[in-house]
């Protein structure tokens, strides 16, 4: 075997600027590379060999592999640098001013060229509770979006519905006559359910949680939210995770077993949740670090379509959103989703909270990748095809971001 870094070392190697695509060979020599074991995640320095986006080899490559005879290679030196998998964020409403509930394939596609530069290569689309018959309008048109995608954009991998089979007493902003009581009959009315990957609903109001047993039958993801279920409701319904964990639920109780308490000591359940430090205090940050699995922690953005607006007033399902204060809110000062993306909201969570850099990615990314079974695209594993993401070291911003 032979070291990367010794067949390449004596190639002028090209500002990371200066490589936008990885066409035909690529090296990247001394980066830090993200590795995640036995639930611990770190930075190892390591040299990676990539041939037209698939990872061929890290460090070493075999003695019969000759790159001088090469004639279109590029060496990036990332010393100094992170090298991580891309983001997935499988609980995002919008931005932009777009809103998946009612946005046009136009629309949508401008969002996903926007998205791409925080870091997301894949998303899940989430719409709001809504009617049936515009969910499926708006299926048709993501459906539309994951067949065809466009190169250097996000990903679309699938839907999320938050609702419309959520409890009106944990409504959060939700419009209580828009809301269902969950059933099949009336879930499979819903077109396009092969490009459903997660639904949140309220497990106690499932009678015999027939909706959450249909839906794991069929690798539907249920997650429990907006919901006022307990312990016994949580364990019976068989949900795989938790929606936003602490908002839309039933709070910590000392004596009752409510869903937040058996999302924290379940260690089976997965937890959403939202990173801007405003729906969930960074002291529960650390409680969830401390009682979860690393591997169960989900970090979502929840971003409405306010996030990067311009404007400070707008509107999901006819109730006005008002983000003047830094947050959004409802008229009755009800929190609703956030007004950012997470990578905006990473520097934040290292200054505040116990989680470290490499925690944090793991949460924004492997975690959420293994929760939707989609692992291959985001672990630096050889013949692995990756989206990943170049970081300075110093100030943790990111500097590029290949995705194929």
Not at 48 to 65: C, G, Q, S, T
Not at 308 to 321: A, G, M, P, Q
Request: aromatic share 10%.
């Amino acid at each position: 075997m032979k070291k990367i870094y010794d067949i390449c070392k004596n190639i002028k190697p090209i500002h990371i600027n200066d490589c936008n695509t990885l066409c035909y060979y690529t090296v990247f020599l001394n980066g830090g590379l993200f590795y995640f074991e036995n639930n611990i995640p770190y930075f190892k320095e390591s040299d990676l060999l990539f041939y037209n986006n698939k990872l061929i080899a890290i460090d070493y490559i075999e003695n019969d592999f000759n790159i001088n005879n090469l004639k279109n290679i590029n060496v990036i030196d990332v010393r100094g640098k992170y090298i991580t998998p891309s983001f997935i964020d499988e609980h995002i409403h919008g931005g932009f001013d777009i809103n998946f509930n009612n946005a046009s394939e136009k629309e949508i596609r401008y969002l996903l060229k926007k998205c791409k530069d925080f870091g997301y290569s894949n998303i899940i689309a989430t719409l709001l509770p809504d009617s049936i018959e515009n969910i499926n309008k708006q299926l048709n048109i993501i459906r539309k979006i994951i067949e065809t995608p466009q190169n250097n954009a996000t990903k679309i991998y699938g839907v999320h519905l938050e609702g419309p089979f959520l409890n009106p007493q944990k409504a959060g902003i939700h419009p209580d006559y828009i809301l269902k009581i969950p059933d099949i009959k009336e879930f499979k009315k819903i077109t396009n359910k092969d490009i459903i990957k997660i639904v949140t609903l309220a497990p106690e109001i499932d009678k015999n949680y027939e909706l959450c047993k249909y839906l794991n039958d069929n690798n539907i993801i249920p997650s429990a939210g907006h919901s006022v279920a307990n312990a016994d409701n949580i364990k019976k319904s068989n949900v795989k995770q938790v929606t936003h964990l602490f908002n839309a639920m039933a709070p910590i109780h000392h004596r009752e077993m409510t869903i937040a308490n058996e999302a924290l000591f379940n260690d089976n359940l997965s937890v959403e949740i939202i990173t801007d430090l405003k729906h969930v205090h960074p002291k529960m940050l650390n409680l969830v670090k401390k009682c979860k699995p690393l591997k169960k922690i989900i970090f979502i953005s929840d971003a409405l379509p306010c996030a990067y607006s311009k404007n400070k007033i707008s509107y999901l399902n006819n109730v006005k959103i008002n983000t003047s204060s830094g947050i959004a809110l409802g008229e009755d000062g009800t929190i609703a989703g956030n007004n950012k993306f997470s990578s905006d909201n990473i520097s934040n969570i290292v200054n505040k909270t116990n989680f470290t850099f490499e925690e944090i990615i793991a949460c924004l990314s492997i975690n959420c990748a293994k929760n939707l079974n989609i692992i291959n695209k985001f672990e630096f594993n050889i013949n692995n095809t990756i989206d990943f993401i170049i970081w300075d070291k110093e100030t943790l911003k990111i500097e590029k971001i290949f995705i194929n």
